[in-house]
């Protein structure tokens, strides 16, 4: 998630950061480097007139001659103005309403609107325990209807069937009656998928929108369409009243520029990001995190937000109870990580949420992938009970057993023991400063 911007930002930031003394000269040539960076992602001319605009004002004020750490303070400067230019009062999503309150997914063929709707059901049942129906509109792809169904079962969420002879307005009806009747919180509506330009469609979704009065109407979009999305937006918006954006597939490496765009350019809030083709890959939309990401400050906060969610409470417990307890972090212990890092995502995912500086100044962090991770499984796998609890009895012989059951060389295996050895280390400073230093610390592991 926007690599190549995130890295000509920590440049940009490590250059003036370095500097002890800011003058109006050099500010001015880094807010050209900050302007560059923005124009290569693709961001929207007036928004960069506009940000640089402010930026100008605010870093030449406040800045020279006035603080001790200039680059610091250029730096703090950039991120608000970041913020302030993604982030909306609006930004909440709706659903304390009377029930069955109504969310209608629209916008283009493939941006995501049935995979969100699902990831949203799941999202909403599990965080706020509401009882939520979903239908499909969708009665001109073929299978569009099968595909929620699908979708739906596997998520063990309530689906009601339609079907391609019924109107859009018909289904709805249905559905409505059938949520009132079965005392359903929420009522999730997908729709097919249309391009503005079709406005035999577009004055349809207007009639349906007018028909079932939802609470949101979530424009789903993907991405990667970079600037062309915007004039859709605006497009959907004058035959509809769009309430927020769900701003799908956040995951590919794309030049991020539209998500800095969009607020300013339609006025319409993004409240959600999809982040990945799996069910819980769906998050509130927090313009605060998303500024670190793109800055290259990491996102150390949705990464212990995404643990807490995604491991067991009794996992996590069991974690903190051994920490607390100072009893000697073992090789079982160790293990137990490995699986719990497969879980949440693999190595990939947990990189991609720290802050790129530190990525970039532990190279053993870099070569850490995937690959290792199995290799470091296999190995434990391969030991004795006793030498899991106390890997310090690990002499030449007992490594080269290891090594033959295992697969992997002595080398390798001595290269892993010292990582365990500074994960070890960093369960003593967790006992001291607490579980989240654990995350905040974990490129120290390598
Ligand atoms: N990588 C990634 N893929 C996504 C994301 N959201 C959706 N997709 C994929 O995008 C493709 C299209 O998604 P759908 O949900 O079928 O799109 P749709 O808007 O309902 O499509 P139509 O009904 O044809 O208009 C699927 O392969 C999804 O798995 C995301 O956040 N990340």
Redesign the pocket.
């Known amino acids: 998630m926007f690599t190549t911007l995130s890295k000509k930002f920590s440049k940009i930031f490590q250059n003036i950061s370095q500097q002890g003394r800011l003058t109006e000269k050099n500010i001015q040539k880094t807010l050209k480097k900050v302007q560059y960076t923005l124009l290569e992602a693709d961001v929207s001319i007036s928004v960069i007139n506009d940000l640089t605009k402010i930026l100008k004002k605010k870093s030449i004020g406040q800045i020279i001659n006035k603080s001790l750490t200039p680059g610091q303070e250029f730096i703090k400067i950039v991120q608000t103005e970041l913020v302030n230019l993604i982030n909306s009062p609006k930004k909440k999503i709706n659903f304390f309403e009377k029930p069955p309150v109504k969310f209608l997914m629209v916008?283009?063929?493939?941006?995501?609107?049935?995979?969100?709707?699902i990831k949203l059901a799941y999202f909403i049942t599990k965080k706020f325990k509401k009882k939520i129906l979903v239908v499909s509109t969708?009665t001109i792809?073929p299978a569009?209807i099968d595909?929620l169904e699908i979708l739906s079962k596997k998520s063990n969420i309530n689906f009601l069937k339609s079907y391609k002879s019924q109107t859009p307005q018909e289904i709805v009806k249905i559905a409505i009656k059938h949520a009132i009747k079965q005392l359903y919180d929420i009522l999730i509506i997908?729709t097919?998928?249309r391009l503005h330009n079709n406005e035999k469609m577009m004055q349809e979704l207007q009639n349906l929108q007018n028909y079932i009065k939802p609470t949101e109407t979530f424009f789903?979009m993907?991405s990667m369409t970079g600037q062309d999305a915007l004039h859709s937006i605006k497009n959907f918006n004058n035959f509809l009243k769009i309430s927020g954006i769900i701003l799908?597939?956040?995951?590919?490496d794309h030049r991020g520029g539209i998500i800095l765009s969009i607020q300013h350019t339609t006025k319409i809030p993004i409240k959600l990001i999809?982040?990945?083709?799996k069910i819980q890959?769906?998050q509130i939309f927090c313009p605060d995190r998303i500024i670190k990401r793109i800055l290259g400050m990491g996102d150390i906060s949705s990464l212990i937000e995404d643990l807490k969610i995604n491991l067991k409470k009794s996992t996590i417990q069991k974690i903190e109870k051994k920490i607390k307890s100072g009893k000697n972090f073992n090789l079982n212990d160790f293990l137990i990580q490995i699986k719990q890092i497969k879980k949440i995502g693999g190595i990939e995912f947990l990189k991609n949420k720290l802050p790129l500086n530190t990525q970039m100044i532990n190279q053993n962090m870099y070569n850490f992938n995937e690959e290792t991770l199995k290799k470091m499984e296999a190995m434990i796998l391969s030991m004795t009970p006793i030498e899991k609890e106390f890997p310090k009895i690990l002499n030449y012989s007992r490594k080269i057993r290891i090594s033959s059951g295992s697969g992997i060389t002595i080398q390798e295996m001595n290269s892993y023991l010292k990582q365990f050895k500074n994960i070890q280390r960093l369960m003593k400073t967790a006992k001291k400063k607490g579980f989240n230093t654990l995350f905040k610390n974990f490129t120290n592991m390598f």
């Not at 916008?107 to 709707?117: D, E, I, P, R, V």
Request: no cysteine; aromatic share 0%; proline share 0%.
């Open positions: 916008g283009l063929q493939g941006a995501g609107k049935t995979t969100s709707l969708d792809r569009a595909q997908d097919a998928g789903v993907d799908t597939k956040l995951d590919s999809g982040i990945g083709e890959d769906l």
